[in-house]
Antibody, heavy 118, light 107 residues
């Protein structure tokens, strides 16, 4: 059974850096074609890709957010970490991590709501 | 960036009716299109991948078709649990964009 769970702060102040951790089980991020990504969803709005990291450490970032994002993996801990700098109230939303085995994102975490407010 | 457009924005139907949702891409995505279902307060759930392949555990009433730029998700007979928002997503070019969603609500 594959599970993913996001963890991190629920409230951050403007200009601060957000660090989110995705802890997963049931698969290995060293297996060919496997990837773990971060997707966010502002309240009442659509889904937006943030970043994706593959088994071979290939990393992809949203072009509009690339300068603010860093994604890393720790295969031994079964974790993927996303950092987003210079947080703004428009970054408020639910942040999901999700897993792909080479096709679509077949497994998702429950999501974590992050509010950006002073 | 590939832009996905979904129509209609809202589809009001009754249980037992057939639902037809459309997703159009700004350029060809071949067959690399997925459909997700999202209910309030829940994470998205993968329904269809690579245009027409049902994900594990997805009922046969859900089917996908299309290639290139035009895709369709069909729910043959709506069950009460199918009323939700549906998103399409392409994985041909990064960023793997999502469409804006179609809400299927109860008429």
């Amino acid at each position: 059974q594959i599970t993913l769970k996001e963890s991190g702060p629920t409230l951050v102040k403007p200009t601060q850096t957000l660090t989110l951790t995705c802890t997963f089980s049931g698969f290995s991020l060293s297996t060919t074609a496997v990837g773990v990504g971060w997707i966010r969803q502002p309240p009442g709005k659509a889904l937006e890709w943030l970043a994706l990291i593959y088994w071979d450490d290939d990393k992809r970032y949203s072009p509009s957010l690339k300068s603010r994002l860093t994604i890393t993996k720790d295969t031994s801990k079964n974790q993927v970490v996303l950092t987003m700098t210079n947080m703004d109230p428009v970054d408020t939303g639910t942040y999901y991590c999700a897993q792909s085995s080479g096709t679509a994102m077949g497994n998702w975490g429950q999501g974590t709501l992050v509010t950006v407010s002073s | 960036e590939i832009v996905l457009t979904q129509s209609p924005a809202t589809l009001s139907l009754s249980p037992g009716e057939r639902a037809t949702l459309s997703c159009r891409a700004s350029q060809s995505v071949s067959i690399y299109l997925a459909w997700y279902q999202q209910k309030p307060g829940q994470a998205p759930r993968l329904l269809i991948y690579d245009a027409s392949n049902r994900a594990t555990g997805i009922p046969a009433r859900f089917s996908g078709s299309g290639s290139g730029t035009d895709f369709t998700l069909t729910i043959s007979s709506l069950e009460p649990e199918d009323f939700a928002v549906y998103y399409c997503q392409q994985r041909t070019n990064w960023p793997f964009t999502f469409g804006p969603g179609t809400k299927v609500d109860i008429k």
